[in-house]
């Protein structure tokens, strides 16, 4: 079956960097683009970008261009996203999300980042 | 980039009464416009893309209509399960946008 499993809470200080991991299955890793989607607490939910499955596309939403990268590794079919220069506003939960037909279908089960001052 | 406005932000019903809602582009999306449901602590799920499709394994209650820039996701008959927060999302090109959630809850 389809899974998206992303990897564990972290917890950063103001102006450090995140990675995020979402180890994929179930799925022809190079047939689906992946989508980054992030919600802070008790708010609602704000796209970040989407990464090409096999080849060197990404697109960013505008708001996190230039402190976010999307990388891939075909070999493991697990997609990640690292975020720059955190602050206070970045405190939310990052979900992957698999596109299917302007939409997404599967999502990780979220990873909580924290950060402090 | 494109606005979604859903209406209202909450929505108060009882089980069996059906639920109305809307989503309001600041421009025409085209069939590109999505509906969610998200419960506490868990992602969102898929109900309806491309305006009225039905994603797999959801009940016939949920239906999906509308055009250009007026959307409306609809709920037959609320069962309990369906108190939840929902949210619209539009593509345009290569960028997403979601509404900020009308939250069903029961009355």
């Known amino acids: 079956q389809v899974q998206l499993v992303q990897s564990g809470a972290e917890v950063k200080k103001s102006g450090a960097s995140v990675k995020v991991s979402c180890k994929t299955s179930?799925?022809?890793?190079?047939?689906?683009?992946i989508h980054w989607v992030r919600q802070a607490p008790g708010q609602g939910l704000e796209w970040m970008g989407i990464?090409?499955?096999?080849?060197?596309?990404?697109f960013y939403a505008q708001k996190f261009q230039g402190r976010v990268t999307m990388t891939r590794d075909t070999s493991t079919s697990t997609v990640y996203m690292e975020l720059r220069g955190l602050t206070s506003e970045d405190t939310a939960v990052y979900y992957c999300?698999?596109?299917?037909?302007?939409?997404?279908?599967?999502w990780g089960q979220g990873t909580l980042v924290s950060v402090s001052s | 980039e494109i606005v979604l406005t859903q209406s209202p932000a909450t929505l108060s019903l009882s089980p069996g009464e059906r639920a109305t809602l809307s989503c309001r582009a600041s421009?025409?999306?085209?069939?590109?416009l999505v509906w969610y449901q998200q419960k506490p602590g868990q992602a969102p799920r898929l109900l309806i893309y491309?305006?009225?499709t039905r994603a797999t394994g959801i009940p016939a209650r949920f239906s999906g209509s509308g055009s250009g820039t007026d959307f409306t996701l609809s709920i037959s008959s609320l069962e309990p399960e369906d108190f939840a927060v929902y949210y619209c999302?539009?593509?345009?090109?290569?960028?997403?946008?979601f509404g900020q959630g009308t939250k069903v809850e029961i009355k």
């Open positions: 990464r090409g499955p096999n080849d060197d596309y990404t």
């Open positions: 491309d305006v009225s």
């Open positions: 999300a698999r596109e299917y037909k302007s939409s997404s279908d599967y």
């Open positions: 421009q025409s999306v085209s069939n590109y």
């Open positions: 179930g799925f022809t890793f190079t047939t689906h683009y």
């Open positions: 999302q539009q593509r345009n090109s290569w960028t997403w946008t």
